[in-house]
């Protein structure tokens, strides 16, 4: 095996021996290999390069490696000799399977790992080049490639890059610039190139080709990047910092700034499109891996007549560069600022209100609120006409079971208004169970150093729909101001996210709160990764240490466990829970990358702990607190809640938690809906309405379903629903704007027909 991979091994020692670098800069590795698959020496098809968009997850993330294709049960080679550190086979069908050697260059440990890969070595193992160490699971192998280091470095490299990786690599296959868009900052408002103004992104997509097959013709591109130019191209008036490269991808921005990398919107998996105003240009990208909101500022020139040139370029040297006219112009382009939602709370039996911040804009016009039941279908349920400037504040009917989200954005006066940015999403459950649960946003930090992103979040859908109980949501002032008394709650869950000394995960004044709710015998469920390091280190003050163990119960040990996954402290009431966290790739909003460890102390008792170690991620205690005479409850989780993985890993924490607090029997898991039992039609919500509602109906068994829209004299407007569905809970939307039809205000009537079950209910349309 090895006399035939001879010269590429020669290859491979030149390579190392010239290897040179530097610290905090933009690192150059040079370190280059074969082709883990066939004679090594031969090129093989390219099917995904790296940093590409991934869609196959809910937040997005970065395509981490290059794929190189392959059939199922092809051996898969090691391109440098070194010992298995990780040899992990899914017990299924291998897809998540994988490899990781690693080995010594120059002192410095290189890791490469063989993803969707089946092992046939062992961890310890040494391995020499060329050596077999899996076989392909199903069409290819992921590699990765980690930057040269002391140990496993968490900076990926591109494995085609231009002075590295695979050898021999040729590509006379150029990038493709499809479009070039120009839309608002930070909206999805679409600009005319005529009519450019205020502060503008550059949306671009490009379609980089790898070879001829389908899957090589739409990856993504190595650089990209703009300048302005003028009307004749002859002259540059604006060059961006790195002469205009916003983006090049040795190594990739970190996860969580995909979405600002990227443009959401329009990108998936085969579809990479860039917002190249994004970041502050390639070389302070690469260095921080950071990708900062950004935009092309139109009125820092005289308005006129310009050209956007956008260019992009291979790793070896192909490119693609397009020229865009351009006028800009003075205009109110300028998005009001972003209104903040305050509470969502049940006031009465069908009724609930909602509270917001207004913006302290002069030209804002109003409000749009728009709702949703499952957090990722919204629609619009009042405008600006019906929430116009200084209302802040608004009551709702509402009688069914489903949990209602909401958000609210902010217009202006002009002619085609601005939308601002949306605020966070609030919502409430209306359930008639006697609970009173209170979730409390506390996390308020994003972008910097921060984990989060954006300036806005869902997290309190992460935790309302992971149990089936009553619920109210308010942002954390609500309760430091007084119009939210904790102890009209029986559980308050705490949302603390990464929110750290910036941010204050708990100031002096909610801790006074906090200590009376617990007094008075409250349930408290707080999460968050860095509450001990704020709290309880050596540098918290004295009245911050002693409410970190004397109310949460706990001793502050460090601040980075390095361990992205939790289970049950044996023989502990949380025994059974197990989750990953904190990890983009499988369903975390944000990465988690400083989980506090946390210890016992007062009385407390261990719930959970980081992977298989003694080391804990969360505390429970039930008892007393401070000189009260009454028994509360505690649950400290030293991780994100909302970074837990999945839906189902989080009910079931969420279940165990309800369950010591008292409020499900012990054995029980809530549900993520209730079991159907009988057939209903709800009422549609909202209503009155315009233009469009949503009817919800309920299956107890498998069925052919009709759901019909009539106009009050019998005559059919439309047809919902005819098929067969399961049982369970379903809701579609009517919308008025997507049918041909003239339908007048009033009453109409919508229908359900199934086996043993009809029923008629009215609703009210007002144009």
């Known amino acids: 095996m090895l006399k035939h991979h001879s010269f590429i091994l020669m290859l491979i020692i030149v390579s190392i021996t010239s290897f040179q670098f530097e610290l905090f800069a ?30 196959t997850s809910a937040a997005g993330h970065y395509h981490n490696g290059t ?50 890969t089946i092992p046939t070595v062992s961890v310890g193992q040494s391995v020499s080049f060329g050596q077999q160490i899996s076989t392909i699971a199903i069409d290819h192998v992921h590699l990765i490639e980690y930057r040269l280091g002391t140990g496993v470095s968490s900076t990926h490299l591109n494995a085609i890059r231009p002075d590295g990786g695979l050898v021999p690599y040729v590509d006379t296959w150029k990038p493709y610039i499809r479009y070039v868009k120009f839309r608002i900052d930070n909206s999805t408002t679409l600009l005319s190139p005529t009519q450019l103004g205020g502060k503008v992104d550059i949306i671009v997509h490009v379609e980089e080709g790898n070879g001829a097959s389908s899957a090589a013709l739409n990856n993504g591109t190595y650089e990209i990047g703009y300048k302005i130019l003028s009307e004749d191209r002859q002259t540059v008036v604006f060059n961006p910092p790195a002469d205009g490269i916003r983006f090049r991808y040795y190594n990739k921005p970190a996860d969580s700034y995909v979405n600002i990398n990227y443009y959401q919107p329009e990108s998936n998996t085969s579809m990479h499109v860039y917002n190249v105003t994004n970041g502050s240009g390639a070389v302070n990208v690469a260095n921080s891996q950071v990708v900062t909101n950004n935009f092309w500022d139109t009125d820092s020139l005289p308005y006129g007549a310009y050209t956007v040139m956008v260019f992009t370029k291979d790793t070896r040297g192909n490119t693609d560069t397009v020229y865009i006219p351009v006028v800009t112009t003075e205009q109110d382009l300028i998005a009001p600022g972003q209104p903040h939602l305050r509470y969502v709370k049940k006031d009465s039996t069908n009724y609930f209100s909602l509270s917001w911040q207004e913006p ?41 079971s489903l949990p209602l989200y909401f958000k609210i954005v902010a217009v202006d006066t002009v002619f085609i208004p601005n939308v601002s940015i949306q605020s966070d ?42 149990f089936n109980l009553s619920f109210e949501s308010a942002h954390n002032t609500e309760i430091i101001s007084g119009n939210f008394n904790l102890s009209d709650y029986h559980v308050v869950i705490w949302i603390l996210g990464d929110e750290s000394t910036a941010d204050q995960t708990f100031s002096s004044l909610e801790q006074t709160k906090i200590k009376e709710y617990l007094e008075n015998g409250g349930k408290l469920f707080v999460s968050g990764s860095e509450i001990g390091y704020e709290l309880g280190s050596s540098s918290a003050t004295i009245s911050s240490r002693d409410f970190f163990q004397d109310y949460l119960k706990a001793k502050y040990i460090t601040d980075d466990s390095g361990i992205f996954s939790a289970s049950g402290f044996p023989g502990s009431f949380f025994n059974n829970v197990n989750f990953t966290y904190g990890v983009t790739s499988s369903g975390s909003p944000y990465t988690e990358d400083y989980p506090d460890i946390i210890d016992t102390l007062n009385n407390s008792l261990p719930a959970l702990r980081y992977g298989e170690t003694n080391s804990l991620a969360a505390v429970s205690y039930q008892g007393k607190f401070g000189s009260s005479l009454q028994d509360g409850s505690l649950f400290y989780l030293a991780l994100p809640f909302e970074t837990i993985s999945t839906l189902e890993k989080r009910t079931y924490l969420m279940s165990k938690v309800m369950q010591y607090f008292g409020l499900i029997p012990v054995g029980v898991q809530t549900e993520l809906e209730d079991k159907v039992t009988s057939f209903a039609l709800n009422q549609n919500y909202p209503n009155p309405f315009n233009p469009s509602t949503v009817i919800s109906f ?10 019909r829209v009539y106009d009050i004299l019998g005559s059919e407007i439309l047809t919902l629903v005819d098929k067969e569905m399961d049982a369970g809970n379903y809701n579609f939307t009517f919308d008025t704007n997507s049918i041909n039809k003239n339908i007048a205000s009033g009453i109409l009537l919508y229908r359900l027909e199934t086996e043993g079950f009809t029923q008629t209910k009215k609703m009210i349309f007002l144009k």
């Open 67 to 116: 794929d190189i294709s392959g059939a199922a049960g092809t051996p898969v080679y090691a391109v440098l000799p070194g010992i298995v550190r990780v040899a992990y086979h899914d017990g299924s069908t291998g897809y998540d399977s994988y490899v990781r050697v690693e080995a010594t260059i120059n002192g410095l440990a290189k890791h490469i790992t063989y993803y969707h």
């Open 698 to 707: 309920s299956l107890p068994k498998k069925g052919i379903v009709k759901l």
């Open 360 to 400: 302290t804009d002069l030209d804002v016009k109003g409000y749009r609120l728009f709702y949703s039941f499952n957090g990722t279908t919204y629609q619009l349920r009042d405008n600006e006409t019906v929430l116009p400037k200084g209302t802040v504040q608004k009551q709702y009917y509402f009688n069914q």
């Open 26 to 55: 933009q690192i150059s590795d040079t370190t280059k290999y074969p082709w883990p698959i066939g004679t090594m020496n031969q090129q093989i098809n390219i099917g995904g390069t790296f940093a590409e968009y991934r869609s």
């Open 425 to 466: 999403v609030y919502g409430v459950r209306m359930l008639n169970d006697e609970h009173k649960i209170l979730i409390v946003d506390g996390f308020n930090r994003y972008g910097g150093s921060g984990s989060w992103a954006l300036p806005y979040h869902d997290f309190v859908i992460k935790h309302g729909e992971s």
